[in-house]
């Protein structure tokens, strides 16, 4: 299924890919830090930041194809194997680039990377905290359609409470899924302002 991502204004279609080649391993071994986003060799190659944590920050990577993955790019200072439960992770990389890359040049704590990079697969979705009618700005329709599909799918998300040890709002992700897929069917704006039908289910993407 192909989607619209905002790589930094710049919207551009992505399929979530199904692994990753050696051309990919070599981009990812030459990636550098610009303070706010991962660049590579090849100039076709976008990136966008996901959100970060104690451990890692992770940015989401389109490549020359228009094929989207992850990068969780590692402190292993206290790194504690957050992983993306029920997923695909295509391998680990060792990037000179960003060894001892502090996330924020202007902070005295916090993450610094240490040049551990997991690649795995993307998930177009939300965080559970809230599922957008748009995605590009907040809307009063969001609180609804938060409730209605937490109403169906809290079952499984206090499944995942009960047998890991750092389930939250923000690590939990409504995966946003194909009309025909398996799960909550509801109707959604993407970027471009096109109403669609999808299903919902979830997705978790940093559980211990």
């Not at 071994?29 to 660049?39: E, H, K, M, S, T």
């Not at 060792?94 to 990377?113: C, D, E, H, I, Q």
């Not at 109403?151 to 499984?156: M, Q, T, Y």
Request: glycine letters at 10%; charged letters at 30%.
């Amino acid at each position: 299924m192909f989607v619209l991502v905002d790589f930094d204004g710049e919207r551009l279609d992505v399929a979530a890919a199904a692994g990753l080649t050696a051309s990919h391993a070599e981009q990812i071994r030459q990636a550098v830090y610009d303070g706010r986003l991962l660049r590579f060799p090849d100039p076709a190659w976008r990136c966008a930041y996901l959100g970060a944590g104690e451990e890692k920050a992770c940015f989401g990577v389109r490549d020359a194809d228009g094929r989207m993955f992850v990068l969780e790019v590692i402190d292993e200072r206290t790194y504690l194997n957050g992983r993306f439960v029920g997923g695909a992770y295509f391998g680990d990389h060792r990037v000179p680039g960003l060894s001892g890359v502090p996330k924020s040049a202007r902070a005295t704590v916090g993450l610094r990377f240490t040049g551990l990079v997991k690649a795995r697969q993307w998930v177009h979705g939300h965080e559970w905290a809230r599922f957008p009618w748009r995605p590009d700005r907040a809307s009063r329709l969001d609180a609804l359609l938060t409730g209605y599909l937490r109403l169906f799918l809290g079952g499984r998300y206090d499944r995942y409470r009960r047998q890991y040890s750092d389930v939250h709002e923000r690590n939990v992700l409504f995966e946003v899924r194909p009309a025909r897929a398996r799960g909550v069917p509801v109707l959604a704006r993407d970027l471009a302002g096109r109403v669609r039908l999808v299903r919902v289910g979830l997705q978790p993407i940093d559980l211990r």
